[in-house]
């Protein structure tokens, strides 16, 4: 599961349900509203980040 790290959680996994594969992530809170989620393979510097925004 995710570990808090300050203002990020970290080691994570998410799925991706298309392709229905498993990626490592971290997760970051952005404001009230938003989470800028990353997923990777291997490394971080080599995934991609989505901002999920809440909605009301």
Avoid: A, F, H
Wanted: net charge positive; hydrophobic share 25%.
């Amino acid at each position: 599961g995710l570990t808090k790290d300050g203002s990020e959680y970290t080691d994570g996994d998410i799925l991706d349900p298309v392709k229905g594969k498993l990626y490592s992530c971290t997760i970051e809170l952005d404001g009230k509203d938003k989470l800028n989620v990353r997923g990777y393979m291997g490394i971080s510097l080599l995934g991609r980040t989505q901002t999920w925004s809440r909605v009301k």
